[in-house]
């Protein structure tokens, strides 16, 4: 196991300066428990010195070229990479992943870093040049640019707390923006020590980057709502993502929103293969992701031999000790989270679910007291009836929920009866069908014989419906933080 990390402070980063205030936030170590670090919370001063100062930076960034940003973000990653370590046991301790998978998060945020300038450099150079072609217009000529948007607030989310984060910051400052970053506030951490990296690259003027951790509820409105933020970017829940929507004006909205994923299985499919990518798809950071594997919904001739083999591959995960290589996950983010997904569980069984493995909070041994309640045995549901919530709400935690339908035309409607249109799986070994059920499900990517993933981000992901806005990915992104403007010869 690692050795206890020392209590940490952080300060934000404001206008090219670090900066304490008298508010924090306490972080909690979700590895040994009690409280590993805290980090100053920006109030609404620095916040508004923070906009001033993104907003004041626009034209020197606008002027900057794509080979300096290309530049900034490679610097950026070699940062992250030489911080390996420190990031990784932020990560575990912060957000409750095992260390396997934390080393994982931070070997991504940077690989963003660098594609982000690979990308930056495609998009820049690849601008249009256009001739009139209607009447009155002959003998026009235009050239078609890119340019800066302006001010990105990039809004945050804890179950990724590096890799989301780079996904946002990066395609950002290699568009020229000046960037916001608020960071959720169960994880600030690992997001501190990537403002301290980018604060330490050569280049990156004063004003370009800002820090500023604090309480949604006192800086949230604030920031959203100015008029000097040109986009939004935020990775969270659905009823967040609306809210920050009302609040905020004509800026262009960039959002990832939550996810209720649906693994529609047919009879034909390999069904070893369908266990082990559902229960990966359902278990991987105990649930806690937007694209985790909500609901299977099995054809009725193979429900119950699925279950089975579900069951059995659920053998091999357990929390345990998340410095320990081999656990396989650890606590929820909180409290409050487990209760909700106690609750989901309940409803499904009370309405005539089958429990058939799991269903309550149970923390393994060694496990500090204060950290019990926040685990939740691998659970499995079976039978679940199509009016359960769990069917279309959004759950993030670590349950398989397997129901069943008769027909294509049923498993469309179940598919699609949730407002959570994020990701969607289907697995078949007829061809026809899988690209006539992918075009036919309510979501922004299916997966074709394998679990919802988002990878690096080289290929454009995001909801509909309740589940957000636009797409992101290192080319979607940059270009929605760009913007095209036409000079006229």
């Not at 300096?68 to 390996?84: D, F, M, P, S, Y």
């Not at 429900?303 to 081999?326: C, K, P, Q, Y």
């Not at 899988?434 to 690096?456: K, Q, Y």
């Amino acid at each position: 196991m690692a050795t206890r990390a020392a209590h940490r402070r952080e300060r934000i980063y404001v206008d090219g300066e670090w900066l304490e205030t008298d508010d924090t936030l306490s972080v909690s170590d979700l590895a040994d428990g009690g409280t590993f670090a805290q980090v100053t919370a920006a109030g609404p001063a620095e916040v508004r010195t923070a906009l001033e100062s993104a907003h004041e930076i626009k034209p020197e960034l606008r002027q900057t070229t794509v080979v300096e940003r290309a530049e900034w973000c490679e610097q950026i990653a070699v940062g992250l990479r030489e911080r390996e370590e420190d990031l990784a046991e932020v990560i575990v301790r912060e957000a409750g992943k095992p260390i396997s998978s934390a080393r994982g998060e931070v070997e991504q945020a940077a690989k963003r870093f660098d594609r982000a300038a690979e990308e930056a450099r495609n998009i820049v150079s690849k601008g249009e040049f256009r001739e009139g072609s209607t009447a009155g217009h002959e003998g026009w000529q235009a050239i078609v640019k890119h340019e800066p948007i302006g001010a990105v607030l990039c809004i945050t989310p804890y179950n990724y707390p590096l890799a989301t984060t780079a996904l946002q910051v990066a395609p950002a400052l290699a568009a020229g923006n000046s960037v916001l970053l608020k960071p959720a506030s169960k994880t600030p951490i690992s997001a501190a020590i990537l403002a301290d990296v980018i604060a330490s690259v050569d280049g990156i003027p004063d004003g370009a980057f800002h820090f500023v951790p604090g309480n949604a509820s006192e800086i949230g409105d604030l920031m959203s709502g100015d008029d000097r933020i040109n986009a939004i970017a935020m990775t969270g829940s659905s009823g967040a993502g609306k809210h920050v929507a009302r609040e905020s004006g004509m800026v262009n909205l960039h959002m990832e929103l939550g996810g209720n994923a649906p693994a529609i299985v047919f009879d034909d499919a390999d069904l070893d293969d369908v266990a082990g990518n559902c229960v990966k798809g359902s278990l991987k950071y105990a649930g806690q992701r937007c694209s985790a594997v909500s609901r299977v919904l099995a054809h009725e001739s193979v429900h119950d031999d699925l279950v089975e083999r579900i069951d059995r591959t659920m053998d091999s995960w357990t929390a345990g000790n998340l410095f320990d290589e081999d656990t396989a996950f650890g606590p929820l983010i909180s409290d409050s989270q487990a209760e909700w997904v106690q609750e989901l569980v309940d409803d499904a069984v009370a309405k005539g679910a089958d429990l058939v493995r799991g269903g309550e909070r149970r923390a393994p041994e060694g496990v500090p007291d204060e950290l019990a309640d926040q685990f939740f045995e691998p659970t499995l549901l079976a039978n679940v009836p199509h009016d359960a919530r769990i069917v279309d709400e959004e759950q993030f935690g670590p349950v398989a929920a397997v129901t069943s339908f008769a027909d294509e035309d049923e498993a469309v409607d179940l598919a699609n009866g949730s407002d959570l249109a994020l990701d969607a799986a289907v697995f078949t070994a007829d061809y026809d069908r899988a690209m006539r059920l992918a075009n036919l499900v309510d979501a922004g990517a299916v997966r074709i014989n394998g679990a919802p993933s988002h990878g690096l981000g080289d290929i454009p992901f995001g909801g509909n419906k309740d589940s957000g806005i636009g797409r992101e990915g290192l080319d979607a992104s940059i270009h929605e933080m760009l913007r095209k403007k036409s000079i006229i010869l």
